[in-house]
């Protein structure tokens, strides 16, 4: 299984809502969010879900 982390800098995009959502659909797929817009991103997450991803995508 290949795992997709998702990296959103900024607030949420429709299209890019559309593509996770599509990612999702796929069995072969696990799909990770990890959001930086918030007050108070929580980077430890985000550095141990980018050590865990095949793939990374930033938006």
Same mark, same amino acid.
């Given at each position: ?6 990296? #959103?800098? &900024?607030? !949420?995009?429709?299209?890019?809502? /559309?593509?996770?959502?599509?990612? /999702?659909? !796929?069995?072969?797929?696990?799909? +990770? +969010? +990890?959001?930086?817009?918030? %007050?108070?991103?929580?980077?430890? &997450? #985000? #550095?141990?879900? +980018?050590? /865990? %991803?095949?793939?990374? %995508?930033?938006?």
């Amino acid at each position: 299984m290949t795992r997709i982390l998702h990296i #959103l800098t &900024r607030p !949420q995009d429709p299209v890019i809502d /559309r593509l996770i959502q599509d990612q /999702r659909q !796929q069995p072969d797929h696990e799909i +990770v +969010v +990890v959001s930086l817009t918030s %007050a108070t991103p929580d980077y430890d &997450r #985000l #550095l141990d879900e +980018v050590f /865990r %991803a095949d793939s990374i %995508a930033s938006w």
